[in-house]
């Protein structure tokens, strides 16, 4: 065998291991957030860099059910650019159906005292015959000045992990607001961040001063100063809640109210027996 052979050979044996061993993940970012209000639904495009490498995607989240849809998928587009096209020709079909929709406005969390407490639930293994973690469930709270508005799921990898959160005003809603995470969804690879967007009600007083330098990139969210970086660990106050809660309020005060009775008769019955006993004495 010539030079040559041998060195054909090689590089075959070379990419073959390496396509063996490449990544199949990756992050997933979403950006371009769009109100529709024919059906009530917020559209935004979903970059998916996992190892099939999807070009752009269109998806829907509806403000009434909480639930996603895709509208221009992965297959589409890449049938577009098998047929000759290009990114850019799926970037210019899906801006045709959302070039009519309006924007929503990035506002800051904590002027609007939103808070958030992620609390761990378990982890999950790769399967039950492999003990190695697959990623640990979380779960969410929202709270607006100490009164809880809603509570979803979250997944991630660990306990250290931080969990980034923005909010977004939606045109013509007082009382909704948009959330979006950012975090590492998994353990896969060492952990990918994804980002999904959720919807809050029950919101009220709702500052929809737009928060200047927060546009949404199609990369990871960058925190800056109207965004909450929140970890497993912390701890939310919730006293506010537990004060305006009428129910807890007067069960509290009448257990409360209990206390000077029950000390009252304990020193009485010390006495009484005090007494009964000298005079059995005497």
Known sequence: MNKIAILLFSLGIFFVAGSAFATVGGPTFIHTFKYNPL??????????LNGRGCPPELIKLS???????VVYSCSEGEKLMESG??????????NKIIENFKSLTAINLKDNKISIDVSFIDYENLSPEITEIKNANFTASVYQDNKKLV????????????????GYAIPGFEKKIILLLSTKR??????????ALHVVGGVNNLDKEYYPNSYKEPSALV??????IVFESEIVDKEVEVINNPELSTETSKDNSKVPYAILAVVLGL???????????S
Do not use: M, W
């Not at 059906?39 to 998916?48: D, G, K, R, T």
């Not at 403000?63 to 849809?69: A, E, I, R």
């Not at 096209?85 to 899906?94: A, F, K, Q, R």
């Not at 998994?186 to 980002?195: K, M, N, S, V």
């Open 63 to 69: 403000l009434n059910s909480g639930k996603s849809q």
């Open 186 to 195: 998994d353990c896969f690879e060492g952990g990918y961040i994804h980002e």
């Open 271 to 281: 006495g009484l027996g005090y007494f009964f006993g000298r005079k059995t004495k």
């Open 223 to 228: 925190p800056n100063e109207g965004t909450l």
């Open 39 to 48: 059906n009530e639904s917020v559209y935004y495009i979903q970059n998916n």
């Open 151 to 166: 509570d979803f799921p979250v997944t991630g990898c660990n306990l250290e992990q931080p969990f980034v959160f923005a």
């Open 85 to 94: 096209g290009s990114g850019y020709l799926v970037n210019t079909e899906i």
